[in-house]
């Protein structure tokens, strides 16, 4: 397995993340899950190792809490609809390159509408979810272990490459720097709007 990748917003979903990281761990190994709180060591360029898990990574998992749509930025529009948003930045790199990308909906939290999302995501709203609520235990975990599962082992048996979309450029706090995603290209580190 290359990889499971967390998508999350901290502060709205950071500690369902963590733990989350946590459970798949003892599932996958430490080497096959990345959460860029818990995987980047100190001193490590953290664009560079953002993007090459990103982009390697057989499943993304977007860790979607009740106000993920609505959460605004300092400018006060929705963080998701800022095309420097980290989160949305993430999520439409992996869906441009066909990486599976699966909704992880945190207690009251529901699937967006397309019309709730920028372009760049609608097609977010009709992936199939999985749901986290406390008083599952650990069902919602399990339901999410065997659907990473099998994708892992759909992805495996294809034949030939699986398209994973425009040649790779660099992320810069998690926002694709020298690649065009959504119309933006040249993205620097002071254009993001962090987590």
């Known amino acids: 397995m290359s990889g499971i990748f967390i998508s999350y917003r901290v502060g709205q979903t950071g500690a369902v993340a963590h733990v989350l990281f946590e459970r798949l761990v003892d599932h996958f190994g430490p080497e096959a899950v990345y ?20 982009v390697g990574s057989d499943v993304v998992v ?3 809490g009740p106000d ?20 949305r930045r993430e999520l439409a790199e ?12 945190v207690e ?3 699937m967006p509408a397309r019309d709730e999302l920028p372009a760049d995501l609608q097609s ?7 749901h986290l609520r406390v008083r599952d235990g650990d069902q919602a975990v399990n339901q999410l272990v065997d659907s990473i599962k099998a ?10 490459p699986v398209n994973r979309g425009p ?6 706090g998690g926002v694709i720097a020298n690649i065009n995603v959504g119309g933006m290209n040249h993205i620097s580190i002071n254009d993001v709007e962090r987590r």
């Open 35 to 54: 959460l860029d709180a818990r995987s980047i060591a100190p001193g490590e360029d953290f664009s560079r190792s953002l993007y090459t898990r990103l």
């Open 62 to 64: 977007a860790v979607i």
């Open 68 to 87: 993920w749509t609505t959460v605004s930025g300092t400018d006060g529009r929705p963080k998701i609809m800022n095309e420097n948003d980290f989160v």
């Open 94 to 105: 992996a869906l441009a390159r066909n990486i599976p990308v699966i909704p992880l909906l």
């Open 108 to 110: 009251s939290a529901r």
């Open 124 to 130: 977010l709203a009709h992936r199939q979810y999985v």
């Open 151 to 160: 994708l892992v082992s759909e992805l495996r048996h294809r034949q030939g």
């Open 167 to 172: 040649t790779p450029g660099t992320i810069a």
